[in-house]
């Protein structure tokens, strides 16, 4: 809310200092999805070294910021994309495996990526399409991190799903790990200082000048972007 504005009145307890180290323009694309993937990998599930992980829609807004830190934090990061370019991409932000899931068996290719031994978490944020293939990639009391339904909410799933491995299955709202001031300056900290050192890319592939905000949703839509969207208020052209 009050993204589309040139001013905005806000609580102080939620106003978050950005340091010299990083662009106002990379802050205004990061933090929210940077929050979410500091919540996803260190707090929902404790991504480790010697972890195999999936990352579902690995090429988008988070997707990207997951499997960057995660391949820092020294996982097996596997990711799924749409097409040769988006694989491109996720190659280069720290995936050591990626399935073109319109041209390959996602479950069949995890199975011979961890030789049948199955993932410790899945990240998804695809919903409907993905869950059932989430949930057979699973190693036993493996974790299913749900944090999105961009294909539509999944069905109704019945507990023996995840009883069949002792799975775990968890739908986290930013807000919820971020409720107190510590809560969220610890969350904002850590990714502030994972692009200082390099761990995180921030893309801002486009700028639009507030005045023609209407031109952000139309070319999201017609897929002309990649990477962050960024509005700049007239005053500061």
């Known amino acids: 809310m009050g993204s589309y504005a040139q001013e905005q009145i806000l609580p102080a307890s939620v106003a978050i200092p950005v340091p010299p180290s990083v662009d106002h323009k990379q ?4 933090m929210l999805k940077g929050m979410t993937a500091h919540v996803l990998l260190r707090r929902v599930f404790k991504v480790e070294s010697g972890h195999t992980i999936l990352v ?8 990207s910021l997951l499997c960057q830190w995660a391949n820092a934090l020294g996982a097996t990061v596997i ?18 495996h990626v399935i073109i899931y319109t041209k ?15 993932l410790n978490v899945v990240y998804d944020s695809v919903g409907k399409d993905t869950y059932k293939a989430s949930i057979e990639c699973l190693a036993p009391r493996g974790f299913l991190v749900s ?6 909410k999944p069905d109704p799933i019945p507990m023996s799903d995840l009883a069949s491995k002792s799975l775990f299955l968890t739908r986290p709202s930013l807000m919820h790990y971020t409720a107190t001031r510590d809560e969220l300056l610890e969350s904002a900290g850590e990714v502030f200082a994972n692009i200082a050192n390099g761990v995180l890319r921030v893309r801002v592939n486009h700028t639009y000048l507030l005045s023609e905000a209407a031109r952000a ?21």
């Not at 579902?56 to 997707?63: E, L, N, Q, R, S």
């Not at 990711?79 to 050591?96: F, I, L, M, R, W």
């Not at 390959?104 to 199955?118: M, N, P, Q």
């Not at 949703?217 to 052209?237: C, F, H, M, N, Q």
């Open 217 to 237: 949703p139309a070319d999201l839509e017609g897929r002309k972007t990649s990477g962050s969207i960024v509005l700049i208020p007239d005053t500061d052209s």
């Open 147 to 152: 944090f999105g339904q961009s294909s539509g």
């Open 27 to 30: 802050a205004a694309s990061v």
């Open 56 to 63: 579902h829609a690995a090429a988008g807004g988070v997707g």
């Open 79 to 96: 990711g799924t994309v749409s097409n040769e370019e988006k694989a491109a991409q996720a190659s280069q932000d720290g995936c050591h």
């Open 104 to 118: 390959e068996d996602v479950v069949a290719r995890v199975k011979e990526i961890t030789s049948g031994k199955g």
